[in-house]
T-cell receptor, first 115, second 115 residues
Framework: AQSVTQLGSHVSVSEGALVLLRCNYS??????LFWYVQYPNQGLQLLLK??????LVKGINGFEAEFKKSETSFHLTKPSAHMSDAAEYFC?????????????FGKGTRLSVIA | DAGVIQSPRHEVTEMGQEVTLRCKPI?????LFWYRQTMMRGLELLIY????????DSGMPEDRFSAKMPNASFSTLKIQPSEPRDSAVYFC?????????????FGNGTRLTVT
């Protein structure tokens, strides 16, 4: 069975600082990986996805993530945090070989940005 | 497109009452998912449909929960009778086509409070 682990339920950074949100996956086959963002009182929105093309994936709002098979990781980064980045971020995994099974989500990491 | 539409946005009810949550997926999306989000458990998949047919309801917590999708543009999640531990945010999401890398499109959720 696939799973993702997000290290740190809460991350706090200063405005302008590097954002690093960690995600490790468990999958018996090369997975598809996703990052979603949830702003207060809203549903989840897709930030970016990895589907076995380039290992460095660029998403919206200046975020990017790098797929590292050797480390089974898909960490999310942004060079300079903005106050508007404060939200909850979810990593998710799916198995390309198993048809249409739903995404498996991590428990989320809440990002706070300090002025 | 208006996106996935959920109603109501907020629901407050007393224990023992019936609660019905509604969802209108994005037109043309053939998969529909119901999720529940709580602080303790994170994002849990309750049930999902493909072309209006329930595929997997193993996440439905108890027989008190039921979901239907009478047509491609409407789904309901019903809790009868409701209990305080059902308090959560319930999300509906839809997805286009039958591809594992298709992103989910989430509604803004229904915040349910059972007193």
């Amino acid at each position: 069975a696939q799973s993702v682990t997000q290290l740190g339920s809460h991350v706090s950074v200063s405005e302008g600082a590097l954002v690093l949100l960690r995600c490790n996956y468990s999958s018996s086959v090369p997975p598809y990986l996703f990052w979603y963002v949830q702003y207060p009182n809203q549903g989840l929105q897709l930030l970016l996805k990895y589907t076995s093309a380039a290992t460095l994936v660029k998403g919206i709002n200046g975020f990017e993530a790098e797929f590292k098979k050797s480390e089974t990781s898909f960490h999310l980064t942004k060079p300079s945090a903005h106050m508007s980045d404060a939200a909850e971020y979810f990593c998710a995994v799916s198995d390309p070989s198993s048809g249409n099974t739903p995404l498996v989500f991590g428990k989320g990491t809440r990002l706070s940005v300090i002025a | 497109d208006a996106g996935v539409i959920q109603s109501p946005r907020h629901e407050v009810t007393e224990m023992g009452q019936e609660v019905t949550l509604r969802c209108k997926p994005i037109s043309g999306h053939d998969y529909l998912f119901w999720y529940r989000q709580t602080m303790m458990r994170g994002l849990e998949l309750l049930i999902y449909f493909n072309n209006n047919v329930p595929i997997d309801d193993s996440g439905m917590p108890e027989d008190r929960f039921s979901a239907k999708m009478p047509n491609a543009s409407f789904s309901t999640l019903k809790i009868q009778p409701s209990e305080p531990r059902d308090s959560a945010v319930y999300f509906c999401a839809s997805s286009p086509l039958s591809r594992p890398n298709s992103p989910l499109h989430f509604g803004n959720g229904t915040r349910l409070t059972v007193t």
